[in-house]
């Protein structure tokens, strides 16, 4: 089982931390790289799995940036499958990819600045696939002075590492999910490349393991790998 210290990487030191140590890694980081501006430009916010505390990453959000920005962020580093509507929940309010298809009142668009909304300390939720859905709660930590580095509206800035997941049959790191056994609640269904050679089920009812919260859930193949972050 993963431990509760919860590694992972800052991407601008390239240095290792840990969830709980990696805000202070990263401002010592962006201090080091980048020019303090007089004003805030940017917004440091953590992304965790709701119910998976392995799976965290920090982003640094430039001010003009919109929570569509960071939808399509979270969708590249750890969601995209096959296009699923998502939304942000945050102080009541739900903000939609596509809003024109709500029905409630209280729906609105995701084209919506993070600068009139964020604040120190806001928390809310994102919800990816109203299907098989996927959770992820967010935290605002801060303001700082530092922009995004260049091209990038939303960075990501420090991510955990892969946590551990072991093959069923060897122990050896495990690559692939057998589908068919998850989904018939099998406590087996994690292969690494040889064992699944010799393993019975579809071989079309497989995915591989990938460093998301959404690993092994509908099509969903991975995402950035930390130098496109
Ligand atoms: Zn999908
Ligand atoms: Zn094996
Ligand atoms: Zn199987």
């Not at 995209?80 to 309010?93: N, T, V, Y």
Request: with cysteine; charged share 30%.
């Amino acid at each position: 089982m993963a431990s509760r210290t919860y590694p992972g990487r800052c991407l601008v030191s390239k240095n290792d931390t840990t969830k709980r140590k990696a805000k202070t890694e990263i401002i010592k980081a962006l201090k080091a790289d980048r020019a303090e501006e007089k004003k805030p430009q940017s917004w440091l916010v953590l992304f965790t799995g709701e119910g998976m505390p392995e799976y965290w990453i920090y982003l640094l959000v430039d001010r003009k940036a919109t929570l569509k920005d960071i939808d399509k962020k979270l969708r590249a580093v750890w969601l995209e499958c096959c296009g699923h509507l998502s939304s942000f929940k945050i102080a009541g309010r739900d903000y939609e990819s596509f809003p024109e298809g709500a029905f409630l009142d209280v729906v609105e668009s995701m084209e919506t600045g993070v600068d009139g909304i964020f604040c120190d300390g806001l928390t809310g939720e994102h919800i990816y696939d109203y299907g098989s859905t996927t959770y992820l709660d967010f935290k605002v930590i801060s303001k700082l002075p530092y922009r995004t580095k260049k091209g990038y509206d939303v960075e990501i800035v420090a991510r955990n590492k892969m946590p551990e997941a072991l093959c069923s049959v060897c122990g050896k790191e495990a690559t692939i999910i057998c589908l068919e056994c998850l989904y018939e609640g099998s406590d087996s269904y994690l292969f690494c490349d040889e064992c699944y050679e010799e393993h019975e089920c579809d071989e079309g009812m497989q995915l591989p393991v990938v460093n998301s919260p959404r690993c092994g859930v509908c099509a969903y193949e991975g995402g950035l790998d930390d130098d496109m972050c």
